[in-house]
């Protein structure tokens, strides 16, 4: 069974800060995506990979970036966040057109 | 731009009731939808994949239409259960990215 891990549930974090947010998944899956979900806007892309070391804006990059070093993990980094980034994050990996998602990260900023 | 739109936002039955809902989307040129569940607090689980060349697909009280030329998804629920409270959500795919619509809150009630 496919594993899409994340490294918090839940996270709190101050304005201004550098926050990291870690996805692992166990299935060798080149292609994984990284989403934040706001009540009334559904899933929003923020960026997505599709092998190692490449990456790909979204629709809603700006204030992101994220990092791709090995297949299994990819990771988003807020650069200096900001209150409008607290959001459920959740990150997914696509195994044979079928989206795996892990259980999301509830970020808050203060 | 793809746009997905799901109606209604919300619904509330009473339990054994069969009901639909319903997924729209404006590009039709797309590889598949698919339909996912998501409990509170939790990440998204697949329930049905339809590929774009297919009609329908069917997993137990579940059944997913798509008409791609309209446009339009439905998710047909056979008698419904408590357990089958969750917010619904469909999502179509493009090259690599996945476009979510708001999803649909359902409350089954015993």
């Known amino acids: 069974d496919v594993k899409v891990t994340q490294s918090s549930r839940y996270l709190v974090k101050r304005t201004g800060e550098k926050v990291f947010l870690e996805c692992v998944q166990d299935m060798d899956h080149e292609n994984m995506f990284w989403y934040r979900q706001d009540p009334g806007l559904g899933l929003r892309l923020i960026y997505f990979?599709?092998?190692?070391?490449?990456?790909e804006k979204g629709d809603i990059p700006e204030g992101y970036s994220v990092s791709r070093e090995k297949k299994e993990r990819f990771s988003l980094i807020l650069e200096s966040a900001s209150t409008n980034q607290t959001s459920m994050y959740l990150c997914a990996s696509i195994h044979r057109q079928e989206p795996h998602f892990g259980d999301g990260t509830r970020l808050s900023i203060l | 731009k793809q746009e997905v739109t799901q109606i209604p936002a919300a619904l509330s039955v009473p339990e054994g009731e069969n009901l639909v809902l319903n997924c729209s989307f404006t590009d039709s040129a797309i590889y598949n939808l698919q339909w996912f569940r998501q409990d509170p607090g939790k990440g998204l689980t697949s329930l049905l994949l339809?590929?774009?060349?297919?009609r329908e697909q069917t997993s137990g009280r579940l059944n997913a239409s798509l008409d791609k030329s309209s446009g339009r998804s439905t998710l047909y629920i056979a008698a419904s259960q408590p357990g089958d409270s969750a917010t619904y959500l469909c999502?179509?795919?493009?090259?690599?990215?996945?476009?979510f619509g708001t999803g649909t809150r359902l409350k089954v009630l015993a």
């Open positions: 990979s599709y092998d190692v070391k490449m990456k």
């Open positions: 339809i590929q774009s060349s297919q």
């Open positions: 999502a179509v795919q493009g090259t690599y990215k996945y476009i």
